[in-house]
């Protein structure tokens, strides 16, 4: 068992993957981090670069230093597909210099002694008796590869999941996400004359120009902004298409200066049920973890990214109780994040359901205000005992969707009270056959029927 070479092996130093290698180094453990991207260009990503602060706090990092953000925000602002109405999120968020944050987590991972595989891709994971023992790599500048040895293997890959692919078949561990649980998105970021509203995050929906998903423009400072679109994946929709209606239409785009531009794709569904499978662990984007709803994925990744290089540190202190200590992950994820985003998933599938009329209609008469806004943020809303009022008080024409809202609250409810028994091992596949149902049996009552 000692002939490995590292005692863990972290694919992709992403935000997932830096944090998962800087909470190994901090543990004394050995570790190897590994990515494509050659060192200086680590951290650049097509993004909405938007992070609420309370994310960097809930890791236990420094605030980062400020050239790697451009400016704060203050609010988000949701819009109706004619613009006439909105709803308003408070919070602190930074707009992120995205290649500047990612390379300063890089440095502290690095400062703390992770050793870094740049500019080398990692390709095939091989097995002895379901274990995973080498990883092959390939050295981009030649083409070269060799094989390095690990203990423990985290994948933080990003949406694709390298190694999560590549994991013997094990029920409830899901190795493809579905189509429709992605979103394709298409992002610019460009100078304009005068950043609009600098400080509000803007959100519009639009199922026109977003179907299953939004388009945003969010401010970075007097003059840059970020703007981009991000559509259900299986809707045959071009986002870049889109994108462009968006900036025909408004004349201070129109006119403005692209600094960056490129599409990428976020897996915006419940997180997989499992992020260990043996001796591999899954992180970030590989395992789901961005926001249902709006995709925000920085700081559940980091959040995952640190919980599996915990597991693995704790797993190599008591190598006897090996399958306990990793299992750990799932549950203390799933009580800091993982339960909520599970409830938002439920709220995800009812949104991906309306039309621009509905959508509209309900926020015309405030079905759902500011304060349910930042509740359902906290996967704590509830409108069941507000439904026969609101139908009496706003005169509410259309009580079906009012009912639709009221189940739809009830059932993420119930979802994450069943995510906060998450179960041990030996539980494991019935826990994930009641999650299925429950996600089946909202599909079937309110989705398909609609
Ligand atoms: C257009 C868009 C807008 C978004 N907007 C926001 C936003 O405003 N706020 C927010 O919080 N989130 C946003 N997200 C989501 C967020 O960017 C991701 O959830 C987050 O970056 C995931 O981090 P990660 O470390 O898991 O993966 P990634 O950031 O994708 O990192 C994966 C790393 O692995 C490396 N890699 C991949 N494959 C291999 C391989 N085979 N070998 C070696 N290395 C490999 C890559 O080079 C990369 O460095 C957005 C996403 C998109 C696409």
Redesign the pocket.
């Known amino acids: 068992m000692d002939s490995e070479k590292y005692e863990a092996i972290v694919?992709?130093?992403?935000?997932?993957?830096t944090l998962a290698s800087l909470a190994l180094a901090e543990r004394g453990v050995k570790v190897l981090l590994?990515?494509?991207?050659t060192k200086d260009i680590?951290g650049k990503?097509?993004?909405?670069?938007?992070?609420g602060t309370h994310h960097i706090s809930n890791v236990g990092i420094p605030f980062p230093p400020k050239e790697t953000y451009k400016g704060k925000f203050d609010s988000v602002r949701v819009y109706s597909p004619s613009k006439k109405y909105s709803v308003k999120v408070e919070g602190e968020g930074l707009a992120l210099n995205r290649h500047a944050f990612g390379q300063w987590l890089l440095k502290l991972a690095l400062d703390k002694g992770v050793e870094l595989l740049d500019n080398?891709?990692?390709?095939i994971l091989k097995f002895e008796n379901s274990r995973a023992k080498e990883l092959k790599?390939v050295e981009q500048k030649n083409g070269s590869t060799y094989y390095v040895s690990g203990r423990y293997f985290i994948d933080?890959?990003?949406?694709?999941g390298?190694l999560r692919r590549q994991v013997p078949e094990t029920l409830g561990l899901e190795k493809e996400i579905a189509l429709e649980d992605l979103?394709i998105?298409?992002?610019e970021i460009r100078r304009v004359k005068k950043s609009e509203d600098l400080g509000v995050a803007k959100i519009f929906l639009d199922e026109e120009i977003a179907p299953g998903g939004y388009w945003?423009y969010?401010p970075q400072d007097d003059t840059t902004v970020?703007v981009?679109v991000?559509v259900q994946g299986g809707k045959n929709v071009n986002p870049k298409k889109n994108f462009y209606k968006i900036i025909e239409e408004n004349e201070e785009l129109k006119s403005s200066e692209i600094l960056e531009q490129g599409?990428?794709?976020?897996p915006t569904r419940r997180s997989i049920y499992t992020f260990v499978s043996g001796n591999v662990l899954f992180?970030?984007?590989?395992a789901c973890?961005?926001n249902p709803i709006h995709?925000?994925?920085?700081?559940?990744?980091m959040l995952s990214?640190k919980l599996c290089g915990e597991a693995v540190a704790d797993a190599l202190e008591d190598q006897e109780r090996e399958e306990e200590k990793l299992w750990q992950v799932n549950k203390r994820y799933v009580n800091a994040y993982g339960a909520k985003a599970a409830g938002l998933d439920i709220f995800r599938i009812f949104l991906q359901s309306l039309t621009n009329d509905e959508i509209e209609f309900g926020m015309s008469k405030g079905l759902v205000t500011d304060e349910d806004i930042t509740d359902i943020g906290y996967g704590k809303a509830d409108f069941t005992v507000r439904e026969k009022a609101l139908i009496i008080i706003r005169g509410i024409t259309r009580p079906t969707m009012l009912k639709h809202l009221a189940e739809t609250a009830k059932y993420m409810k119930i979802v994450k009270q069943e995510y906060l028994k998450y179960p041990d091992y030996d539980k494991f596949t019935s826990w994930v056959e009641k999650i299925e149902n429950i996600f089946q049996e909202y599909k079937q009552k309110f989705i398909e029927k609609s």
């Open positions: 694919v992709g130093a992403g935000t997932a993957g590994i990515d494509s991207k680590i990503k097509v993004c909405g670069d938007a992070l080398t891709r990692a390709e790599v933080a890959s990003g949406f694709y390298i979103s998105t298409y992002r945003w969010f970020n981009g991000g599409g990428g794709i976020v992180a970030g984007d590989a973890t961005a995709g925000g994925g920085i700081g559940p990744s990214g």
